[in-house]
């Protein structure tokens, strides 16, 4: 987080996962979202997520 003022601000978040052992774990979809490729399941070696953005206090 940055402030830019004393009301608003920069903030930035960053995610990784790095799955191991057959792991299927993703960042920012749900249990229920499995990719899949000719009926068969799809496991990702890793996933990354970022957000980015500013806040005003009124």
Known sequence: MHNLSKRT????TLARVSNKN???LTVGAGPSYVATLG???LVPK???GYEF??????
């Open 39 to 41: 009926g068969r399941a």
């Open 53 to 58: 953005g500013i806040r005003h206090s009124f």
């Open 9 to 12: 601000a920069l903030y930035g």
């Open 22 to 24: 057959g792991a299927g």
């Open 46 to 48: 890793s996933s990354t």
